[in-house]
């Protein structure tokens, strides 16, 4: 565990990780975007995480989903770990040379890894590098995202996308949560010794997969 980066050594202990979007009142009464804060839980609830998004009042009012954005992920003692990086990109599947890639850092300043956007006429697929951009994992969706009612599966598969080895659910919340605040609930599950790593950059590709899927969407209905 002393080769960890800082901050990450609780990672190695967890095959689940649960991501709650925090509600704010002001978007949910107004109708008002505001920045993202979620909180990081272990499967008993407790938080290990707490995650802020930062961006322009601009960026979040006319650019919404295809938003940059930098997420920075700091533990309880408020000591930043994990930084989220999405530089503004397409998100149609004409423009297969410009999709979503996200990087991830931990410590911050040193790559952890990345989410890469693959193209597919038909389902939501991605790519997880790490932090020399080879590829290790992918992340296959499927093919209508709206979740009537129940959760949504993005099954985490192995590079020839036969073996799944965890996947990264969208919990259906209820129809005032979907409808009236957008609030996320994620969770992922992955092997226990799946390296820290790219168990960080899962919990980007967390953030990636609610703004491209859900942001603006009445999922609960």
């Given at each position: 565990?002393?080769?960890?980066?800082?901050?990450?050594?609780?990672?190695?202990?967890?095959?689940?990780?649960?991501?709650?979007q925090?509600v704010?009142?002001?978007?949910?009464?107004?109708?008002?975007?505001?920045?993202?804060?979620?909180?990081?839980?272990?499967?008993?609830?407790?938080?290990?995480?707490?995650?802020?998004?930062?961006?322009g009042?601009?960026?979040?009012?006319?650019?919404?989903?295809?938003?940059?954005?930098?997420?920075?992920?700091?533990?309880?003692?408020?000591?930043?770990?994990?930084?989220?990086?999405?530089?503004?990109?397409?998100?149609?599947?004409?423009?297969?040379?410009?999709?979503?890639?996200?990087?991830?850092?931990?410590?911050?300043?040193?790559?952890?890894?990345?989410?890469?956007?693959?193209?597919?006429?038909?389902?939501?697929?991605?790519?997880?590098?790490?932090?020399?951009?080879?590829?290790v994992?992918?992340?296959?969706?499927?093919?209508?995202?709206?979740?009537?009612?129940?959760?949504?599966?993005?099954?985490?598969?192995?590079?020839?996308?036969m073996?799944?080895?965890?996947?990264?659910?969208?919990?259906?919340?209820?129809?005032?949560?979907?409808?009236?605040?957008?609030?996320?609930?994620?969770?992922?599950?992955?092997?226990?010794d799946?390296?820290?790593?790219?168990?960080?950059?899962?919990?980007?590709?967390?953030?990636?997969?609610?703004?491209?899927?859900?942001?603006?969407?009445?999922?609960?209905?």
């Amino acid at each position: 565990t002393h080769n960890l980066p800082p901050g990450l050594e609780y990672l190695n202990q967890l095959d689940q990780i649960i991501i709650h979007q925090q509600v704010e009142l002001l978007e949910a009464l107004l109708g008002t975007e505001t920045s993202s804060k979620y909180e990081i839980k272990n499967p008993l609830g407790q938080r290990v995480y707490f995650a802020v998004e930062e961006n322009g009042c601009f960026d979040r009012k006319l650019c919404s989903p295809l938003r940059a954005f930098t997420i920075r992920i700091a533990d309880n003692a408020g000591q930043e770990v994990i930084r989220v990086i999405r530089p503004l990109r397409c998100n149609s599947c004409c423009f297969p040379c410009f999709l979503q890639e996200l990087e991830v850092q931990s410590p911050p300043g040193t790559i952890a890894g990345y989410v890469v956007q693959n193209w597919d006429p038909f389902l939501p697929k991605f790519t997880i590098q790490n932090q020399s951009k080879e590829d290790v994992l992918k992340i296959i969706g499927p093919c209508a995202t709206c979740g009537c009612f129940e959760d949504v599966d993005f099954e985490v598969k192995a590079l020839n996308e036969m073996t799944t080895i965890g996947k990264i659910s969208k919990y259906w919340s209820g129809f005032v949560n979907n409808v009236f605040t957008n609030t996320a609930n994620f969770g992922i599950q992955v092997p226990v010794d799946l390296d820290v790593r790219i168990k960080a950059v899962l919990i980007g590709a967390c953030f990636l997969i609610d703004l491209m899927f859900f942001e603006n969407s009445l999922d609960g209905l």
